[in-house]
């Protein structure tokens, strides 16, 4: 079975620009997670997708974060501009359903210069 | 707002003795905790979880206790493995998966 998928890997921007990053979750996995790890610091979710609704955004810097899940399947988070505390490592991860374990991808890292 | 609290950010011990990794809460309303482990360059993997309706949960090398009067969890590992080398990430959540909450994480090291 083919784990969480995320891209890119790594990327480099200058702050005020904007960045996307994708992540494809376990076929048939229907809550998506993103979190933000800041380094030194344990995952935060930022967002929870069920199907292509979104059940919890509390924690989304929402001036700046977006996120969406159109087709209930794939995800794209964005930020524009971004600032230089969003340097981080942004984790996606899947469920079978909200009350499942979750399986992480390997996560996108962010360096805002 | 810390509500998870992973006090040692790093931990060393020895091939074949025990690893302890503590972890402490101060939100009454967790119901329901979990270990992850996390290798370099990788997402965090699912170790093992404890609902509050127990204090122990067993899963081979791996024991979790739970005091909920203490707030308190910890995670045994008899006996390490230099394999078992990583960062563990204490998680609760109030409700299953919802809005999980992660500690610092503790680095641990198991040297041959």
């Known amino acids: 079975e083919a784990g969480v998928a995320q891209s890119p890997r790594y990327k480099i921007i200058e702050k005020r620009q904007s960045v996307a990053f994708w992540c494809n979750p376990i076929?048939?996995?229907?809550?998506l997670y993103w979190y933000q790890q800041i380094l030194g610091q344990g995952p935060k979710l930022l967002i929870q997708f069920q199907n292509n609704g979104v059940v919890d955004d509390s924690q989304l810097p929402k001036d700046r974060f977006s996120a969406e899940r159109l087709k209930g399947v794939d995800s794209t988070l964005k930020i524009q501009p971004a600032k230089l505390e969003d340097s981080a490592v942004y984790l996606c991860?899947?469920?079978?359903?909200?009350?499942?374990?979750?399986?992480f991808g390997p996560g996108t890292r962010l360096t805002v210069l | 707002d810390q509500q998870v609290k992973q006090n040692s950010p790093s931990l060393s011990v020895q091939e074949g003795r025990i690893s302890i990794l503590n972890c402490d809460y101060t939100n009454s309303m967790f119901d329901y905790f979990l270990w992850y482990k996390k290798y370099p360059a990788e997402g965090p993997t699912f170790l093992i979880s404890i609902s509050s309706i127990k204090d122990k949960n067993e899963d081979g090398r791996f024991t979790v206790f739970l005091n909920k009067s203490a707030k308190h969890l910890s995670l045994h590992i008899v006996p390490s493995q230099p394999g078992d080398s990583a960062v563990y990430f204490c998680?609760?959540?109030?409700?299953?998966?919802?809005?999980?909450?992660f500690g610092a994480g503790t680095r641990l090291t198991v040297k041959p």
């Open positions: 076929s048939g996995h229907a809550t």
């Open positions: 998680a609760a959540s109030a409700g299953n998966n919802n809005d999980m909450r």
């Open positions: 991860a899947s469920s079978l359903d909200w009350a499942n374990e979750q399986f």
